[in-house]
């Protein structure tokens, strides 16, 4: 018997120029570069340029993806991208890339905060398995900085700016976990944690955009639980253990529950690709940037298998596997 598999054809990402260390927010808040490293693992991040905006950074990760795949964007069928940024209420940010790298059929945003990115790769998963399009584009783009509140230091020194860019395309697989492409997705979300994490303003509320707000400690208590549970269906539905995984690839909000999701998935950490120390919690573009770096250091090879995870407001939380 022979399935259709979304296989990955190649990634790439972008961070905006501008480094911000962490000794950068003591002048702001009452806060300290040895605090947000001890608690967060975090060291710096990026943040946009002024009048650089979301898609920008979607643009630039698209093209590095299609350069890595060796494809033109007029092969892309559909792009799919998840952030909580977009340049504006509407049209879809996805819509901009669709236009700058010459892609037809059609493309849309999905909206699950860090958890985006999941959900992206979810739906296109179902519309390659589906038939409803052959080669996909899933972006993972963010502009945090823009709704950080920078008098609230429980918040602004851990939130970053960047894209990370995957493309899959449809190919036939025997539906045995040795496949390439994505061996499986599981996604949650519950309602009833809204007031943990959000942002303070919408188009039908406030009529701005609005800060993040969040409630940190009881986030982590939530997304430690919640990531080891979701990271173990996902792995049980496909017949493998942490043994099988190559690389975890977690979204990267903070060094402690990273370390405490993979142990709970029986992975050691020098299986795990890190890269919060670099670019803070970069929300959806999160885990592609963290794939892409990877991937472009040589670290993820052809056949590895790929446990990816992330939780964010909603909250939102999802799991997958990829052999890439
Ligand atoms: N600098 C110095 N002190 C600080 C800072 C700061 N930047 N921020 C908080 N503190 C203080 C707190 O006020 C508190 O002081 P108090 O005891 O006097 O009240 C103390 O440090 C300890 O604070 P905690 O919040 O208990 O510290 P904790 O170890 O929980 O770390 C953190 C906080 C980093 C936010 C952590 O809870 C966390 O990572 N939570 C999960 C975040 C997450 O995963 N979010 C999901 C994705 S985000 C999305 O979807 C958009």
Redesign the pocket.
């Known amino acids: 018997m022979t399935v259709t598999r979304a296989v990955a054809l190649g990634c790439g990402h972008y961070l905006p120029a501008r480094i911000v260390e962490n000794a950068e927010f003591a002048d702001q808040?009452?806060?300290?570069d040895q605090?947000?490293r001890e608690?967060?693992g975090i060291e710096r991040r990026h943040f946009a340029a002024e009048g650089e905006a979301t898609s920008d950074l979607a643009i630039a990760a698209a093209r590095a993806a299609l350069a890595h795949a060796g494809i033109e964007g007029r092969e892309i069928d559909a792009i799919i991208l998840a952030t909580a940024t977009p340049d504006a209420t509407f049209p879809a940010t996805a819509t901009q890339v669709q236009q700058a790298i010459g892609a037809g059929g059609f493309a849309f945003d999905v909206q699950a905060?860090?958890a985006g990115f999941m959900y992206a790769l979810a739906t296109a998963d179902a519309l390659i398995r589906g038939g409803q399009a052959r080669t996909i584009m899933v972006i993972g783009a963010e502009t945090f900085s823009r709704i950080l509140d920078f008098t609230d230091?429980?918040t602004c020194?851990?939130f970053g700016d960047g894209a990370g860019a995957l493309i899959l395309r449809a190919e036939e697989g025997t539906g045995g976990n040795g496949d390439r492409g994505v061996l499986g997705v599981k996604l949650r979300s519950d309602g009833a944690h809204r007031e943990l994490?959000y942002v303070d303003g919408g188009p039908s509320t406030t009529g701005k955009a609005g800060k993040?707000r969040?409630e940190?400690?009881e986030?982590?208590k939530h997304?430690v639980v919640k990531l080891a549970d979701i990271a173990h269906e996902v792995m049980e539905a496909a017949g493998v253990s942490g043994a099988d995984v190559a690389w975890m690839v977690p979204h990267q909000?903070?060094l402690r529950?990273i370390a405490s999701t993979a142990k709970k998935s029986g992975l050691p950490m020098e299986k795990v690709v890190v890269t919060v120390q670099e670019h803070g919690?970069t929300?959806a573009a999160s885990i592609p940037l963290a794939l892409s770096v990877a991937v472009a250091d040589g670290r993820i090879r052809r056949g590895d298998l790929l446990l990816m995870e992330g939780?964010?407001?909603g909250l939102a939380w999802g799991a997958a596997l990829l052999r890439w």
Request: charged share 15%; net charge positive.
């Open positions: 808040v009452e806060t300290s605090w947000i608690r967060t905060v860090c230091r429980r020194v851990l994490l993040v969040m940190g400690p986030v982590f997304a909000a903070n529950i919690n929300s939780i964010g407001g």
